[in-house]
Each structure stands twice: as C-alpha cells, then as structure tokens.
C-alpha cells in the first residue's frame, strides 16, 4: 500500500503526521505481504492486497485493487477499483471508475459503479424497515 503524504519532512522535535507514520509501517511490512490499517488520513490512497477501515480527508483520491475499504469520507471522493470493494462513500461530490460500493451518499455523482444502495435507495429501505417495526409492534401489542 502507498500513501503519498503532504509534507515531505517532520522537522525535528515534532511530532510526524499519521501518513509519515503509516508509510513506514507499510514499508516495514514489506512488498506482497497483505497489511489491515483501521484508519488513513491522506489524499492519495492506493491499496492492494489489503483492507482498511476508513479513508478520510478533505479531498481524497482511491485507487483500490485486490482489497476492501470499509468507509471513505471526505468533501470530494476520486475512486478506482480492479477486484475490490468500498462499503460506503459519503461525500459531497463522488467520482467513481469501476468501482463496487454497497452505500454511497453524496450530493453530485460522476461515473460508472455498482452501488447496492445509493441515497434514495437507502431512504426506502429504511422506510420499508421501519413500517415492517411498527406493524410487528402493533401485531405483538394485540396479543398482550
């Protein structure tokens, strides 16, 4: 997994950004090994043969093969999937390539997926489960 951080060089005395740290941890880890991260903050991601928990930033760009990602949440989401997954994407504005995403929310949506479950889909589905709890309610108080 590659990650390419903002800045080039911690100076001394400080403190290094959660990407620095990541980047050499994955380095350690060694090619082909497969590597799990719960969460990267950046703005280019690349992940192969690995599964992370979240993406986040302000503008982030996702290049994702042979891998998962749990969430990516950011204001602007560039994706890219060769035999992976994303399980959810929420942002403001999404560019999608080939990508396989089961949630994703977001104002304005660019490009070719396959999304289980896009915004309108997931307020129905929250309807439809909502109404099947009430009338299971009300069936259930009948009979107390």
Do not use: C, H, W, Y
Not at 60 to 65: H, R, Y
Not at 82 to 98: D, H, L
């Amino acid at each position: 997994m590659d990650i390419e951080p903002r800045d080039a060089e911690t100076p001394e005395g400080e403190e290094p950004d959660e990407e620095e740290v990541l980047e050499e941890e994955t380095e350690k880890a060694g090619a082909g090994q497969k590597t799990r991260i719960n969460t990267i903050k950046a703005r280019n991601v690349s992940v192969k043969d690995s599964a992370v928990g979240t993406v986040r930033g302000e503008s982030v760009k996702v290049n994702l093969e042979n891998g998962v990602i749990g969430a990516v949440v950011a204001a602007k989401v560039k994706a890219g999937v060769t035999n992976g997954a994303i399980g959810a994407v929420f942002a403001q504005s999404a560019t999608v390539k080939e990508s396989q995403i089961s949630i994703l929310v977001a104002g304005q949506v660019r490009g070719d997926a396959r999304i289980l479950f896009d915004m309108r889909a997931g307020l129905v589905a929250g309807l439809a489960a909502g109404l099947v709890m009430v009338a299971f309610k009300l069936i259930m108080g009948r009979r107390s």
